[in-house]
C-alpha cells in the first residue's frame, strides 16, 4: 500500500519542484539593436524633414493657408472629385463588359475585348484626350441611324462633345481597359469548381457570375480597383490641357496671377493627400467586408491596431517591470 502511495505522490512532488525552479528563472526580453538603430535614423530623417517644412520660409505657409479653403480652390476640387467619379464608375462598367467578352468562348468577342484593351493602353492618356477634344476635326456630325443606312438626326460634333465630356469619355474610355484586366483577373481567382458545381445544379449562366463568382473575385478585384480609383484622382490632373478647372488647373491660374507657385503647389498636394487618403480608408473597409469568410478573424483597423498598442503600454505600466509587453511575467 505504500509503494502505492508513493508512486503517486512522486509526480505530484516532480510538478511541484518543476514549478517552483520555473518561477525562479528571470524572463530576459529579447534585444533587437537594428531596430532601434532603424527607427532612431527614420525618426532623425522625419525631425529634419519637419524642421525644413516648419523653418524655411520660401514655403509661405500662410498663402497656403489663405487659400486652402479659398472658394475657387474648393470648386476645383468638387470638380476633381465629379471627374473621377465619373471615369471610375463608367469605366469599370466598361470594363467588367470587357472583362466577361474575353472569357467568352465567343472568339468574336473575346478579340475585339482583346484589341479594345490593346489600343487603349498602348495610347497614353493626354493623347486620347486630345483625341476626343478635337474629333469635330475629323466628324462635323455624328449620325443617329441604321447602320450603313438612313440616318434619323444628326447633331454637330461640338454641341455633342464638349470639354467635359471630352474628358469624362477619355478618362472612362481610357479606364476601362485596366478595369478589364482587373476584373478578368479576379474572375480568374475563382475555383473553376465553383461554376462546375453551379452548372451541376442547373444554375443559371448569369446568376453563376453574379451571385457565384463575381462576389468571391471582389476579394481579388478590389486591392486593385482601389489603387486605379486613387491613381484617377491624381490622373485627373491631365485634363488641364483642355483648360477646365480642375485642382491643377485653377492652382495654376492662381499661382500665375499672384506669383505664389510653390504655396499653391503645396495647396494642391494638400488636398491630393486629403483625397487619397479618404479613398484609402474606404478601400481598407470594403476589404474588410469581403475577406470576411477568407479569415478566422479580420485584419485590424488602424484605429483597433493604435488603441491594442495603447492598452499593451497602459497594462504593462500597472504591472510593473516584470511585464514583457505580451501579457506575461
Known amino acids: 500500500m505504500s509503494d ?127 483625341f476626343w477634344y478635337n474629333l469635330a476635326a475629323l466628324y462635323k456630325q455624328i449620325s443617329f441611324g441604321v447602320p450603313f443606312g438612313p440616318a434619323f438626326f444628326s447633331v454637330d460634333s461640338m454641341d455633342l462633345i464638349g470639354p467635359v465630356t471630352a474628358a469624362a469619355l477619355g478618362l472612362a474610355l481610357h479606364q476601362a481597359a485596366y478595369a478589364a484586366e482587373i476584373v478578368r483577373g479576379g474572375f480568374l481567382s475563382v475555383d473553376p469548381g465553383q461554376l462546375e458545381a453551379a452548372a451541376a445544379l442547373g444554375i443559371p449562366r448569369a446568376r453563376q457570375i453574379f451571385r457565384i463568382q463575381l462576389p468571391q473575385a471582389m476579394r481579388s478585384i478590389v486591392p486593385a480597383a482601389g489603387n486605379e480609383i486613387i491613381g484617377l484622382v491624381k490622373g485627373t490632373s491631365v485634363v488641364y490641357i483642355m483648360a477646365l478647372p480642375e485642382l491643377f488647373y485653377q492652382v495654376q491660374v492662381i499661382y500665375n496671377r499672384n506669383g505664389r507657385v510653390i504655396a499653391m503647389l503645396l495647396v494642391a498636394a494638400i488636398w491630393y493627400l486629403v483625397l487619397t487618403t479618404v479613398l484609402s480608408v474606404v478601400q481598407h473597409h470594403v476589404e474588410r467586408r469581403f475577406g470576411r469568410g477568407l479569415a478566422r478573424a479580420l485584419p485590424p483597423t488602424p484605429l483597433e491596431r493604435a488603441r491594442r498598442i495603447l492598452a499593451v503600454r497602459r497594462a504593462a505600466r500597472r504591472q510593473g517591470p516584470a511585464w514583457d509587453g505580451g501579457g506575461r511575467r
Open 4 to 130: 502505492v502511495r508513493g508512486a503517486v505522490t512522486a509526480p505530484a512532488v516532480l510538478e511541484e519542484t518543476a514549478a517552483e525552479s520555473a518561477g525562479s528563472l528571470t524572463v530576459v526580453k529579447a534585444r533587437h539593436p537594428g531596430r532601434w538603430i532603424a527607427g532612431a535614423v527614420v525618426a532623425v530623417l522625419l525631425a529634419m524633414a519637419v524642421n525644413a517644412l516648419i523653418t524655411n520660409p520660401a514655403w509661405d505657409w500662410p498663402v497656403v493657408g489663405a487659400y486652402l479653403f479659398h472658394p475657387s480652390v474648393l470648386h476645383a476640387v468638387l470638380f476633381t472629385v465629379e471627374l473621377t467619379a465619373l471615369g471610375i464608375v463608367l469605366g469599370f462598367l466598361l470594363g467588367t463588359v470587357l472583362a466577361l467578352m474575353r472569357l467568352s468562348r465567343v472568339p468574336l468577342l473575346a478579340s475585339a475585348a482583346w484589341g479594345y484593351v490593346w489600343l487603349f493602353r498602348s495610347v497614353p492618356l493626354i493623347l486620347q484626350l486630345l
